[in-house]
């Protein structure tokens, strides 16, 4: 069990320059999302939303072993809840992930893209959509197309777009198609990118903050 700390008021943390991070995975998608995760404060600064392809026929436990794996508190998301620093929001099963301009969530039926629901499409749509260049979206190792549409909406509104590398990558295609848009800023390695994501949550750049 990762010591978690609950009580944090705002001014125990320091205001971030990037709200939200949308995360996507899909096949050997867990361990990619323990490594990055579990590299993370607790006084991470943004708000994290993951989309995980899952089976919509079973019930999901990521949640709660992601929430074992990290210091900061993960939970299924659920429709009505509230965007909170240093939180982690995953997707159900068979439902796609909405993030509002109030920081709201919502949980939707819609029609599956990519063949799969929930999609990092829908997610990184929604999240440009309200947080505009205050987003960074992340993709990690999967075995389909998902997430590429998405990082260019984030990249053409200022957002910025981390995708996992090859070499680390168990499935290659998610990655691959988001680098092919030509809208990724970084291509890094697995154990690299939970170090770049707070570099910029929290100072807005990378250049320097990796080894």
């Given at each position: 069990m990762v010591a978690k700390l609950e009580n944090n008021?705002?001014?125990?943390?320091?205001?971030?320059?990037?709200?939200v991070v949308a995360m996507a995975a899909s096949a050997e998608g867990l361990n990619a999302l323990s490594?990055?995760?579990?590299?993370?404060?607790?006084?991470?600064p943004a708000s994290i939303v993951v989309v995980q392809h899952l089976s919509p026929r079973y019930p999901s436990v990521i949640a709660e072993i992601l929430d074992r794996r990290t210091p900061?508190?993960?939970?299924?998301?659920?429709?009505g809840g509230k965007l909170s620093?240093?939180?982690?929001?995953?997707?159900?099963?068979?439902?796609?992930?909405?993030?509002?301009?109030?920081?709201?969530?919502?949980?939707?039926?819609?029609?599956?893209v990519h063949?799969?629901?929930?999609?990092?499409?829908?997610?990184?749509?929604?999240?440009v959509e309200s947080y505009k260049d205050r987003a960074i979206a992340v993709v990690l190792t999967g075995?389909?197309?998902?997430?590429?549409?998405?990082?260019?909406a984030i990249k053409k509104m200022g957002g910025k777009v981390i995708a996992q590398d090859k070499a680390t990558s168990k499935v290659w295609g998610m990655p691959a198609a988001a680098i092919a848009t030509d809208c990724v800023d970084w291509v890094l390695p697995l154990d690299k990118i939970g170090l770049a994501i707070t570099s910029l949550a929290v100072y807005g750049q990378l250049e320097g903050a990796l080894p």
């Amino acid at each position: 069990m990762v010591a978690k700390l609950e009580n944090n008021t705002p001014n125990d943390r320091l205001s971030p320059v990037f709200d939200v991070v949308a995360m996507a995975a899909s096949a050997e998608g867990l361990n990619a999302l323990s490594q990055v995760l579990s590299a993370l404060s607790a006084d991470f600064p943004a708000s994290i939303v993951v989309v995980q392809h899952l089976s919509p026929r079973y019930p999901s436990v990521i949640a709660e072993i992601l929430d074992r794996r990290t210091p900061l508190s993960v939970k299924q998301a659920e429709e009505g809840g509230k965007l909170s620093p240093g939180k982690v929001f995953i997707a159900p099963p068979d439902y796609h992930l909405l993030v509002n301009s109030d920081g709201s969530l919502s949980l939707s039926q819609s029609a599956k893209v990519h063949f799969v629901r929930p999609a990092a499409e829908v997610l990184f749509e929604s999240v440009v959509e309200s947080y505009k260049d205050r987003a960074i979206a992340v993709v990690l190792t999967g075995g389909d197309g998902d997430g590429s549409r998405g990082v260019q909406a984030i990249k053409k509104m200022g957002g910025k777009v981390i995708a996992q590398d090859k070499a680390t990558s168990k499935v290659w295609g998610m990655p691959a198609a988001a680098i092919a848009t030509d809208c990724v800023d970084w291509v890094l390695p697995l154990d690299k990118i939970g170090l770049a994501i707070t570099s910029l949550a929290v100072y807005g750049q990378l250049e320097g903050a990796l080894p």
